[in-house]
């Protein structure tokens, strides 16, 4: 009972402290949001923009789709850019992406970051999908920065070593499909010769023959699926583009709030020292 009618006169002088300067609080406070207000309105805009991607990256390096490992080379390129950003160094990244360096310099923000999905036992595993966060000052500039960041894992050295590795293995793998593809479909008509030769051994019929028309079908979808995953995967696809966006970003009322309330422990912090005095 005592701490409560102790609260209830903490507050009571709080609010007749508040009044007996409500003035210099209100002059505080109304300093403080214009001069959030005025910030706000005179610096420049950005935009903000998203887009999903994949790489064949991960594929490259053999690398297993294990917990947030699955797309980390190329989410380590994107978030790398944010360094030379961060140091005003947009010759660094016009060289990269291949673009003007004015272009260049309207990246305000890059970022990437892995995409999860939550399966029926609520647990998160890893997509081979990843998402890039951009800020630019320039919205007419994304479509720009969208071909340079292609531009940017295509020419990138270590990359290039590994998709170039990548292909080569792949269509040899394909080249050795289509001879075993060749050899089978031999071997099925030559047991198709011999299985009118009553006197002979019946090589390839009936069952037999049915399987190996199998394997010809299995390696055939194999084959299919090898050339279409390897058209598919390149350094860096884009699942969905960066979308257009022309509202800027304006976060006036959020900073005025909190400039408000800033400058309204100022006010306090002035007013319980003219008091002292």
Known sequence: ????????????????????????????????????????????????TKAICMSG??????????????????????????????????????????????????????????????????KYYALNKFEILLTVFDNTKIPDIQRGLIYYFNDNNYVKSYHDKYTQSNTKLIRDIENEIELLKDIRIEGAKN?????????????????VSNQIILLSELREELKVKQDLLQPLVYVQEFASVDQKEDDILVWGLLGGLISFLFGLLTASIIEVK
């Not at 003035?23 to 214009?34: A, M, R």
């Open 1 to 48: 009972m005592t701490e409560e009618l102790n609260l209830k006169e903490l507050f009571a002088n709080f609010i007749r402290f508040n009044r007996r300067h409500s003035k210099l609080l209100f002059i505080f406070i109304t300093l403080g949001i214009l001069s959030v207000i005025l910030f706000q309105k005179f610096k420049i805009p950005y935009y903000e």
């Open 57 to 122: 990256i991960s594929e490259y390096e053999r690398q297993e789709q294990i917990e947030d490992l699955s797309q980390r080379t190329a989410i380590d390129l994107i978030n790398h850019l944010q360094i030379n950003i961060d140091n005003r160094d947009f010759a660094q990244i016009s060289r990269v992406l291949g673009v003007d360096e004015s272009i260049a310099a309207t990246i305000k923000k890059i970022t990437a970051e892995q995409l999860y999905q939550q399966d029926m036992n609520e």
């Open 195 to 211: 299985s009118l030769d009553i006197s002979s051994v019946n090589i390839i019929s009936g069952k037999d023959g049915e399987v």
